[in-house]
């Protein structure tokens, strides 16, 4: 799940923290005009996932890790996995003290040394074979991602420029902003429907335009 767009910022392997929601950099780039979100909020938003990718990297300067950050008006969506208890509790303190966050939802998962780096690899491997455009169809949190997006972006009556989503261990983590109940509910039943999802945490806050 590798993305660089507005509101996205990507450091898997060169920074060793990803931060990025997904959403393909050709359609955000053309949807940023069509969110609900300020200009003021957008800006504020990016500045926050710039500071935590920043302040992450400063503090585990030879970790490669698997966190990605989201920020949808000043809530900030930390999802990811680590292998240390400590380390979980370390980073999800830092995130908490970011200046200008006003809420936090830190859904990183712990798991075993071993699928972490796993995952890790398979990220690398990902952009490897995309880079040589050679992409497999296994269903495994990049697929299934794709899935939801071309899910959301077809449904009528769903603005899908206001939400960010990730997949980690088939759980989808989803933030931003619906316009309705009614909404909300065709983007959470969207993504309960696709093939390899295990549960669907949402956390959209409605908000009508």
């Given at each position: 799940?590798?993305?660089?767009?507005?509101?996205?910022?990507?450091?898997?392997?060169?920074?060793?923290v990803t931060g990025c929601s997904y959403v393909s950099a050709a359609r955000e780039a053309a949807g940023k005009a069509l969110e609900d979100r300020t200009h003021a909020d957008l800006m504020?938003?990016?500045?926050?996932?710039?500071?935590?990718?920043?302040?992450?990297?400063?503090?585990?300067?030879?970790m490669n890790l698997d966190l990605t950050f989201d920020a949808w008006e000043q809530r900030v969506l930390a999802t990811g996995t680590v292998d240390k208890p400590t380390l979980r509790d370390d980073i999800g303190r830092l995130v908490k003290d970011v200046p200008g966050?006003?809420?936090?939802?830190?859904?990183?998962?712990?798991?075993?040394?071993?699928?972490?780096?796993?995952?890790?690899?398979?990220?690398?491997?990902r952009e490897q074979k995309k880079n040589q455009g050679t992409m497999s169809?296994?269903?495994?949190?990049?697929?299934?991602?794709?899935?939801?997006?071309a899910k959301i972006i077809a449904r009528p009556g769903v603005n899908s420029n206001n939400y960010r989503w990730r997949v980690v261990r088939g759980t989808v983590y989803i933030i931003g902003r619906a316009r309705s109940q009614t909404e909300l509910d065709?983007?959470?039943?969207?993504?309960?429907?696709?093939?390899?999802v295990k549960q669907v945490k949402h956390f959209v806050e409605i908000k009508p335009v």
């Amino acid at each position: 799940m590798i993305r660089t767009a507005l509101g996205a910022l990507t450091m898997f392997g060169l920074l060793g923290v990803t931060g990025c929601s997904y959403v393909s950099a050709a359609r955000e780039a053309a949807g940023k005009a069509l969110e609900d979100r300020t200009h003021a909020d957008l800006m504020k938003d990016t500045e926050i996932e710039s500071k935590l990718v920043r302040l992450i990297n400063e503090r585990y300067t030879r970790m490669n890790l698997d966190l990605t950050f989201d920020a949808w008006e000043q809530r900030v969506l930390a999802t990811g996995t680590v292998d240390k208890p400590t380390l979980r509790d370390d980073i999800g303190r830092l995130v908490k003290d970011v200046p200008g966050v006003r809420v936090t939802y830190y859904e990183v998962q712990l798991v075993s040394t071993k699928e972490k780096e796993e995952r890790l690899q398979e990220k690398g491997q990902r952009e490897q074979k995309k880079n040589q455009g050679t992409m497999s169809e296994t269903i495994d949190d990049w697929w299934i991602a794709r899935k939801i997006e071309a899910k959301i972006i077809a449904r009528p009556g769903v603005n899908s420029n206001n939400y960010r989503w990730r997949v980690v261990r088939g759980t989808v983590y989803i933030i931003g902003r619906a316009r309705s109940q009614t909404e909300l509910d065709k983007v959470l039943e969207l993504c309960r429907e696709t093939k390899g999802v295990k549960q669907v945490k949402h956390f959209v806050e409605i908000k009508p335009v």
